[in-house]
């Protein structure tokens, strides 16, 4: 019996889509419960969030969680926090988290018109890069990665998705995120580099998405709503999807943070690449080592479901996020500690980054591990020595 979950796209992605696949309700997203689930919703949780902003920030003499720290994390969220709120008092609307962005003037009442979809392609991607976008891609818009139901802040309810069924392409964009800053994960300090990854990522989204209204089109942009990021990214041809369950891409590794526009602008679909990121994480677990609440799994790809914050039906990598929210939340900062042991996090800006990744994409990726392990130092660096200081 054919599988209705199956797609043609899936022999290119690698995906495996099972019979019992079931899409995503959002207010099973894990900082969605941490709001009405009881579980999840702890003091130190509360305190996680609160955090954010400096009144509450909870600094402390350890190295990485100073006020200079956290101002500075803080300081990082605070573009995407006005975007977020800017519409949250008068409409309970927490855009680009619980919703997508509204904050869009009119367009042109025409549409412009392309000689063909690879010259609008070919604007979108110097358009993209202009304002900020590191990788772009395009792919067709597919409802098994949409959420179900979106997460309501007010009623703790899900209400029905906002974003348009009838757009055919979903953009999406990668904003990279500081190789430094990740390098003291975990710490408050190393939360900047996620802060900045998301304000840009805001600030890029809806200038794009102005700019396609403006040529006439309709756009809808959305960043952690709406959707699952990662399998549309795989989609559009930005990376593959590593054991930590993160994207992982040729220019950054897993250094990215991830924002989409559906449209119905003329647009040639990106090809899925594959470059051996399955391969070599079947034989690394960095990630999974280094992961003090053990939230990554050691084993093959699998449907396994840990808690209600799982996708059904699909067999991959997958995290258990209650135990990783758990770990964020008493280090009162977000954890990328799997980012940073993560081989692939690298400057590939520099050549023999470049001759690393094709060693493990191919026959000799043990080697290419053993390597990684010789002569890459992927502990944790000090704080203070990012701020240029030793005390």
Request: include cysteine.
């Amino acid at each position: 019996m054919k599988n209705p979950h199956q797609k043609p796209i899936d022999e290119l992605t690698g995906f495996e889509i099972n019979s019992d696949f079931d899409k995503f309700d959002q207010r099973d997203e894990i900082y969605c419960r941490s709001e009405w689930d009881e579980e999840i919703r702890t003091e130190k949780a509360l305190n996680f969030f609160k955090s954010y902003f400096m009144p509450n920030a909870r600094a402390r003499k350890t190295d990485g969680f100073s006020q200079r720290d956290y101002a500075l994390r803080n300081a990082a969220w605070h573009v995407t926090n006005v975007l977020r709120d800017i519409k949250r008092d008068e409409h309970g609307r927490k855009e680009g988290f619980f919703n997508p962005f509204t904050s869009h003037d009119e367009g042109w009442p025409e549409p412009f018109a392309f000689a063909s979809a690879e010259e609008a392609t070919s604007d979108l991607h110097k358009v993209a890069k202009l304002a900020g976008a590191d990788v772009v891609g395009v792919c067709a818009y597919d409802d098994r990665w949409m959420y179900s139901k979106i997460y309501d802040e007010n009623s703790q309810q899900s209400i029905a998705q906002e974003i348009p069924d009838d757009l055919p392409h979903v953009i999406v964009l990668g904003e990279s995120m500081d190789e430094d800053l990740t390098r003291t994960v975990p710490s408050a300090l190393s939360g900047t580099a996620t802060g900045l990854g998301y304000s840009n990522d805001a600030v890029t989204l809806l200038t794009l998405t102005q700019y396609i209204r403006n040529l006439g089109y309709r756009a809808h942009a959305s960043m952690n709503d709406s959707s699952l990021a990662i399998p549309l990214a795989v989609q559009a041809g930005l990376g593959e999807v590593g054991r930590h369950s993160l994207l992982i891409t040729e220019e950054y590794g897993p250094r990215l943070r991830l924002g989409r526009i559906h449209t119905d602008m003329p647009l040639v679909l990106s090809t899925p690449k594959k470059f051996g990121v399955k391969e070599f994480c079947e034989i690394c677990d960095r990630c999974a080592a280094g992961c003090p609440p053990k939230a990554i799994t050691f084993e093959e790809p699998t449907t396994k479901v840990y808690n209600r914050s799982n996708l059904i039906g699909v067999s991959k990598w997958t995290v258990d996020a209650e135990k990783c929210f758990k770990f964020w939340a008493n280090q009162n900062t977000d954890c990328s500690i799997c980012i940073r042991t993560c081989p692939y996090n690298r400057d590939y800006g520099k050549w023999y980054n470049r001759a690393w990744r094709k060693l493990a994409g191919g026959k000799l990726r043990h080697l290419a591990l053993w390597l990684d392990d010789k002569l890459v130092q992927r502990t944790r660096f000090k704080s203070t020595g990012w701020w240029g200081r030793t005390g």
